[in-house]
């Protein structure tokens, strides 16, 4: 039986190329709360949101260089839809929220 997200389609890949961003950002997140300490001299501060932001682009990397491999185009195109999609939102979350 074919898996569903072998399958060549640009749902699939946009699908991927959302979730992926999502939940590393939720993971960065959730180490941010769980370690950070904002008033260490030293230690570790936290992510800045622009850092995380930054950070949670990466899967797509992976997603974008394993659909290239397997030869699946619109997939492929899928993923760097949702790159796009996820660029945006980020600019408009870095240059609209306020880091203070």
């Not at 839809?81 to 306020?98: E, K, N, P, Q």
Request: glycine content about 8%; aromatic content about 8%; some cysteine.
């Amino acid at each position: 039986m074919n898996h569903p997200l072998r399958r060549d389609s640009k749902l699939v890949g946009l699908l991927v190329g959302l979730i992926g961003p999502i939940v590393l950002f939720a993971l960065l997140s959730l180490i941010n709360d769980s370690f950070a300490d904002p008033f260490a001299r030293d230690g570790f501060r936290g992510f800045t949101l622009k850092g995380k932001l930054i950070l949670s682009i990466l899967p797509n990397v992976a997603f974008f260089e394993v659909y290239k491999r397997r030869k699946l185009n619109e997939s492929l195109t899928g993923v760097v839809g949702a790159t796009i999609i996820c660029g945006v939102i980020m600019a408009i979350l870095i240059f609209t929220v306020d880091q203070a």
